[in-house]
């Protein structure tokens, strides 16, 4: 990636050809702008991820009604597919998050396509961090902190796996 950094009215503007070859004028966000976009994307995240345990929680407890006076054991096929079920609606929810962040990173420019923004997205929600280059270097926070937002919203899930899974299994 060439950079060509000069001023302009309180931004940096650079020059960037990136790995696709395409190639294009930026304009930097301020430091502040780049936190206050971090911050609405992690307060959207949490909300959006509080809620869609509470929908998963509420799902699984109706398909619970009527069958307190047994355990679940998890090696049976109920047992396998109640699992399954809580696994996929986690992975669900979690696909979003990363599809939102995609989907942000194209609006703002920080990416040059879809692609690049999902893969970027993808790696960094779930801390695997093979690269930034698809990233335009004005918005790295930005990415920095959906990584660890991506962390803390995962434990979330495999908490609230563990948690269901303990539920059901010493009822």
């Known amino acids: ?29 301020s430091l502040w702008v780049e936190l206050a976009l971090a911050t609405i994307l992690v307060l959207a995240t949490a909300l959006f991820h509080g809620f869609g345990l ?18 679940l054991n998890p090696l049976s096929l109920r047992g396998a597919a109640y699992t399954s079920a809580v696994v996929l609606g986690l992975l669900t929810l979690s696909g979003l998050e990363i599809w939102f962040y995609a989907f942000v990173y194209l609006l703002i420019g920080a990416t040059a396509t879809l692609q690049d923004s999902l893969y ?37 899930s495999v908490a609230f796996l563990v948690a269901e899974l303990q539920r059901v299994r010493h009822r």
């Open 120 to 156: 970027f997205s993808t790696i960094t929600f779930g801390a695997i961090g093979f690269s930034d280059a698809p990233l335009a270097v004005p918005w790295r926070i930005v990415g920095a902190i959906e990584g660890i937002n991506g962390v803390l919203l995962l434990g979330w």
């Open 54 to 71: 509470l929908v998963i929680g509420r799902a699984l407890s109706a398909l619970d009604r009527g069958t307190t006076e047994f355990e």
């Open 1 to 29: 990636m060439a950079l060509l950094l000069t001023a302009s009215a309180g931004h940096a503007t650079r020059s960037v050809t990136r790995h696709d070859g395409s190639s294009g004028l930026l304009v930097s966000p």
